[in-house]
């Protein structure tokens, strides 16, 4: 219970690192300074800059050509995940005392022996297709078959057979998220393993709101000394309260694997006992990445992450103290890349606040000057974007994917990753699209997931891996091909699912970054791209599935996902995550709640309005399975319901603690139609209230459950 209980707390905290974008220039300064700023002013300022784009869905037009939006699918997760958590008066975001006490009222009351067993999704042939987003890979010397990957909330996983199978070795760990792996391999025995928590690219409002880095925040580093059997903390661990990222381990080669480093948003630590003492080191710089000059550990050089002004350091005495090389304005990010072929160049890519590529720089004299090789602000340069060619807008997503790698065998060989992956083979004077997103754009490279987090070559060899949203890859000919390596892992960050009722294990699931997967006769089938949302299965014929899209683009299918159709395109737009319900009687019939509710008699060809206007969108909807003339609806301070199954809706928020938190979920009891149960996502009134009178009046119920939101509540038939 108390792993799960942190996995749902940390797993969602924010979603998308959107510190990098233009709109923060029209935030309140102090504010963002300070980091006081409220829910409110941050989605004005939000909407303010993207209101004349006219966007739609994600993108706009420009001169005719339909634009990608940069951040802005980040930024309505971020949004949905924090709607219900924020003070509802004051759009206030938790405090760190709010969080360390949530999480210290978690008690081991529940049994954790549950006969659970794993549906999956576990396999995926790769390309467009994806299971879930990875951060790191590390390698056994000496084996070119085993190693060690991390996820973003999804786990450690091991493969002894170059990814044919794999195992995960940290499910009874309080953070699940991986963001970097040290590997130690004995003459004998177990490898030792360092793990560096949480998710260092998982999102970032911290800096103007929220306070979250990352989707999992890091406890810190994690030790094992028996393969991953079992795990420890080392003297380098966080609260979850303190919101810090782990973003990138080092060991020394020459300290007999006693020496560590760990770059953190708190600054360097260095261990020089494995751990058992970890001195802060440098409390300024913060870095993102951090890399040994080849041959010589004692020099070091790191990147940092700011909105603004980014820093080249070096350090030439083992990380004492350290020197701002360059700098670059108007940026969000830089990362850092050596070869062993030739010790003294070092290549950093920096990201500009649109996300997109400031510039490429390289160094031939051991980080002492980085002359620029690659201007982001020429045409043909834009390799942080959507396109083949390094045209159309010099943007991307540059402060959430962004990585860089040279071959360790030809220091003229460099791979660099954001939306897609491009690379040089002439030391940076020419660069060419390597691997695409999709292969729709005609571009004739390799088809492999979007958005790249982690570039790195295996060992001393050519061999190159890339760790994106949709999971773990690797070359072995300079991305002529690349092999999906991620089938057996189970790291799928789910928002929906659907159960069939007539055929047993049949389930529907609405993904982040890796669409709308069915397992259908056991086998798992990507059925809808993009994100995934709320997924139904007809009760009465599994042949008959609903998945969605973001803001409640529905499809259907009535033959078991042979084909689909659209059945929203007339409708206008719901919230983020939209509900929508099959009516427990007449599987014929539908509800979707937009800023009304629509009815459907006919599977959603045709649709009607059934309620009032409310004035904003709906989150959550339920029907009586008794009476399905009884129906309720709500958004975050507001529930309403009809007894007649149409008309004028009644507010029965009544006594519910709508002034201090927030309704996240709506559940009807079974066999009485008044009987009603719903979650609140706050901090202060948390936790669950129950009506028994339709509304009249409400109970608290909460007593027990810890001292966090609580998003879901369902009545168990049984």
Wanted: proline share 4%; net charge negative.
């Amino acid at each position: 219970m108390k792993r799960f209980t942190l996995l749902v707390l940390s797993i969602v905290l924010s979603a998308g690192m959107l510190y990098s974008q233009a709109w923060i220039q029209d935030l309140p300064q102090d504010k963002l300074e300070t980091g006081t700023l409220t829910l409110p002013e941050i989605q004005k300022a939000f909407y303010d800059y993207w209101e004349p784009y006219d966007v739609k869905n994600g993108y706009y037009m420009d001169n005719g050509e339909k634009v990608k939006a940069p951040y802005y699918k980040q930024f309505k997760r971020w949004e949905w995940y924090w709607e219900t958590r924020v003070d509802p008066q004051t759009g206030a975001f938790p405090t760190k005392e709010q969080l360390d006490n949530g999480v210290a009222s978690i008690t081991d009351n529940k049994s954790q022996s549950g006969n659970w067993t794993s549906l999956g999704p576990s396999t995926s042939p790769g390309g467009y297709a994806g299971l879930g987003r990875m951060n790191c890979v590390a390698f056994v010397p000496g084996n070119t078959s085993e190693y060690y990957t991390g996820a973003a909330s999804g786990g450690i996983w091991h493969t002894t057979d170059d990814g044919a199978t794999w195992t995960v070795l940290n499910d009874t760990t309080p953070v699940l998220g991986v963001s970097d792996i040290l590997v130690v391999h004995p003459v004998t025995g177990p490898n030792t393993l360092y793990i560096a928590t949480g998710d260092r690219d998982g999102g970032s409002l911290w800096s103007i709101g929220g306070q979250q880095s990352n989707d999992n925040n890091s406890v810190g580093v994690l030790k094992s000394i028996d393969g991953g059997a079992t795990w420890q903390p080392t003297a380098l661990s966080f609260t979850v309260g303190q919101k810090v990222r782990v973003n990138r381990l080092l060991m020394d080669p020459n300290s007999a694997y006693q020496t560590i480093y760990a770059a953190t948003t708190n600054g360097v630590y260095k261990t020089t006992d494995g751990g058992v003492t970890w001195p802060l080191i440098s409390g300024s710089p913060a870095l993102i990445d951090m890399e040994f000059k080849p041959g010589d550990p004692t020099v070091i050089y790191g990147t940092s992450e700011n909105w603004g002004t980014n820093y080249i350091y070096r350090s030439s005495n083992s990380g004492s103290s350290w020197t701002a090389v360059t700098s670059f304005s108007s940026s969000v990010r830089a990362e850092v890349a050596v070869s062993a072929n030739q010790p003294t160049w070092v290549y950093v890519i920096v990201a500009n606040t649109n996300g997109g590529l400031q510039g490429i720089y390289k160094s031939t004299d051991d980080g002492t000057s980085f002359p620029q090789i690659v201007n982001g602000s020429s045409s043909g340069n834009y390799m942080m974007n959507w396109s083949c060619n390094g045209t159309g807008s010099n943007n991307g997503q540059g402060s959430y994917d962004l990585c860089i790698a040279a071959d360790p065998n030809n220091a003229n060989i460099v791979f660099i990753g954001g939306v897609n992956t491009w690379y040089t083979t002439d030391g940076g004077s020419n660069w060419s699209i390597n691997n695409h997103w999709t292969s729709s754009y005609g571009c004739g490279v390799p088809e492999v997931h979007a958005d790249k987090h982690f570039l790195v070559y295996q060992g001393g060899s050519s061999t190159l891996f890339e760790c994106n949203d949709g999971g773990l890859y690797k070359t072995s000919n300079n991305g002529s091909t690349w092999t999906h390596l991620s089938s057996g892992m189970e790291t799928s960050q789910i928002y929906r699912m659907g159960v069939s009722q007539t055929v047993m294990d049949e389930v529907i699931i609405g993904l982040q970054d890796n669409g709308t997967k069915a397992r259908l006769s056991g086998t798992w089938n990507d059925v809808i791209g993009g994100d995934g949302f709320e997924c139904l299965i007809d009760y009465t014929d599994v042949n008959t599935q609903y998945g969605a899209l973001y803001y409640g683009d529905i499809y259907r299918t009535t033959n078991h996902w042979g084909w689909s159709t659209g059945i929203t395109g007339s409708l206008p737009n719901g919230s983020w995550c939209t509900p929508y319900l099959i009516d427990p009687t007449n599987s014929s019939t539908l509800y979707i709640g937009l800023s009304d509710v629509r009815k459907s008699t006919n599977q959603g060809n045709n649709w009607s309005s059934i309620s009032q206007n409310f004035g904003t969108n709906l989150d959550n909807m339920a029907i009586a399975p008794s009476n399905v003339n009884y129906i309720y609806a709500s958004e975050h301070s507001n529930i309403y319901r009809t007894t007649t199954g149409s008309g004028t809706w009644a507010n029965i928020t009544s006594n519910l603690p709508v002034g201090s938190s927030n309704i996240t979920y709506v559940s009807v009891k079974d066999d009485d139609p008044d009987h009603v149960w719903v979650s609140m996502g706050g901090y202060n009134n948390h936790g669950v209230y129950e009506t028994t009178n339709g509304g009249g009046t409400w109970s608290n119920i909460s007593s027990g459950l810890p001292l966090l939101p609580v998003m879901c509540v369902i009545q168990n038939k049984d």
